[in-house]
């Protein structure tokens, strides 16, 4: 007996069988899907309506962090002139690299041909520690027994766009949530008056990763960080217009909000969520964000402490600012500072960048320590990638290096007083505690009492994470 199902042999009937006959004869037609989809009922997509997003919630265990300022130095500060003496790079200076030791190697923009170049300031021991640091860092010099130095970074991009987009999301990938918006995902925030991501940027422009540094990638856009400008007006257009007043403005919100909330329970879009939490909190931003942006109400020796300067945009009013809105419960602030690519001018222009930003990063963390904050603050300092031990543009700039570079940690967890990892003699490969950057998001999300394999979000079928499908391990070592 034939099975009904088998392919048919005989040409009539095989036509009978074809695409065509499938749509039209079995009431599958796309006309009779379309029909059918628009006499279904609309509620039957319908989502209720989520709870507040940013409500406070607990991580996987108790974490000793409960915010983060994230002091970003976009560009790749040179651990060679800051952190990582090599007396060795002294002795070979103008002299070509071992060849084996380039095997391999991608640079992004010097050859193979350039020599070694020694570095250009003076070290000495600070501090119960006896860490080693530069003379360019005089101020964080008196704090080095309360931060965590780690001289073992590595990362798998030598250009920053890239770069900055693996230690701002855990993937080159455009798109992907940043580290900030994995935080509020997974604690929400304590502030009801102010956004629970915060950005700030300053120096000679903004990240070469652009705003994707701080998006929400596939989480919900509220989760996204929110830029903020120096002076009395933090937010493009949060002033109301003339002629309207706070009632009206709140009358309109409420109806708003209303019909938001009527859209969300028809169709389910998340977004519908976002866009009332955006008015919502735009709205009580009109209050707090002029509040938190007058730094006058700080004392002289405050303002003195990090050298900011009430009314101007600078990096060390936005320390200040980090501050401010760690008191108010922000969850994670991002201070983007983008000048540290030095391919040529080195020495002068290390010397400006660290005038401009070691005295307000010092500050940050004894005012923090001094207001009992930064036992519950983690704070972050470093960039995307480190410099090459050799030489670029003439006698004076450094290339992008992916291999070894430096970052340091305050408060929230992190073990004060030491120094992390080693590199080789010349400063090329990690040789002691390598620290990838996975390992890094790992060991942050920890401090917050999260589980980087558990904080997932449902995308395309999978649970995706910061840290990825490749290991990722909790440094153990900065650890308190």
């Keep these: 007996m034939t099975n009904s199902f088998s392919s048919p042999t005989d040409p ?12 039209k004869d079995c009431g599958v037609g796309l006309g009779a899907i379309a029909l059918a989809h628009l006499n279904a009922p609309r509620q039957a997509a319908a989502a209720p309506l989520p709870a507040d997003p940013f409500l406070p919630r607990s991580g996987h265990f108790p974490g ?69 640091l ?12 309360d931060i965590t130095l780690v001289k073992s970074l590595t990362t798998d991009a030598f250009n920053h766009a890239p770069a900055q987009m693996l230690m701002s999301t855990g993937n080159q990938i455009f798109g992907r949530p940043s580290l900030g918006a994995w935080v509020t995902y997974g604690l929400g925030s304590e ?3 102010l956004p629970a991501f915060v950005v700030f940027s300053s120096g000679k422009k903004g990240p070469s990763g652009g705003y994707a540094n701080w998006g ?32 009206l403005q709140s009358d309109s919100i409420e109806a708003i909000r209303t019909l938001n909330s009527h859209h969300l329970q028809q169709v389910g879009d998340p977004e519908i969520a976002t866009r009332t939490r955006a008015y919502e909190t735009a709205f009580r931003m ?31 009013n936005n320390c200040l600012l980090a501050r401010r809105l760690v008191e108010r419960g922000v969850r994670f602030i991002e201070l983007f500072h983008e000048s540290w690519d030095q391919h040529g001018n080195l020495v002068a222009d290390l010397k400006k960048n660290c005038t401009d930003t070691d005295q307000a990063c010092t500050a940050l963390i004894k005012d923090l320590k001094q207001r009992g ?11 995307e990638f480190g410099r090459t031990p050799m030489v670029q543009g003439g006698n004076d700039g450094r290339d992008h ?7 340091w940690f305050a408060g929230g967890g992190m073990k004060p007083g030491v120094s992390i990892g080693e590199t080789d003699a010349l400063g090329f490969n990690v040789t002691e505690d390598r620290v990838h950057v996975r390992d890094l998001h790992a060991t942050l999300l920890h401090c917050l009492g999260l589980d980087h394999e558990r904080l997932t979000y449902k995308f395309q079928g999978l649970d995706m994470k910061l840290t990825g499908v490749e290991p990722a391990n909790i440094v153990s070592k900065m650890l308190a």
């Design 12 to 23: 009539a009937l095989a036509q009978s069988f074809n695409r065509r006959w499938f749509l």
């Design 64 to 132: 000793k962090a409960k915010n983060v300022i994230f002091l970003y130095m976009g560009g790749a500060p040179s651990q060679f002139e800051l952190f990582d003496y090599k007396p060795d790079l002294a002795k070979f200076d103008g002299t070509l690299p071992p060849p084996e030791l380039l095997k391999g190697y991608r640079a992004a923009f010097i050859d193979p041909n350039s020599k070694l170049l020694g570095p250009k300031f003076k070290f000495a021991r600070h501090g119960e520690s006896g860490t080693e």
């Design 134 to 145: 530069s003379e360019l860092l005089p101020h964080l010099s008196t704090i080095v027994d």
């Design 191 to 193: 502030s009801q008056d």
């Design 216 to 247: 929400s990638g596939f989480l919900p856009t509220v989760y996204q960080g929110i830029p903020f400008r120096g002076g009395s007006e933090p937010v493009l257009f949060l002033d109301s217009p003339a002629g309207i007043d706070r009632q």
């Design 286 to 316: 009109q209050t707090s964000a002029p509040d938190l942006m007058d730094i006058s109400q700080e004392t002289q020796a405050t303002l003195d402490l990090y050298g900011a300067e009430p009314g101007k945009s600078s990096f060390a």
């Design 373 to 383: 904050l930064l036992e519950d603050t983690l704070v972050i300092w470093g960039g």
């Design 401 to 407: 290096h992916p291999n070894a570079f430096t970052m």
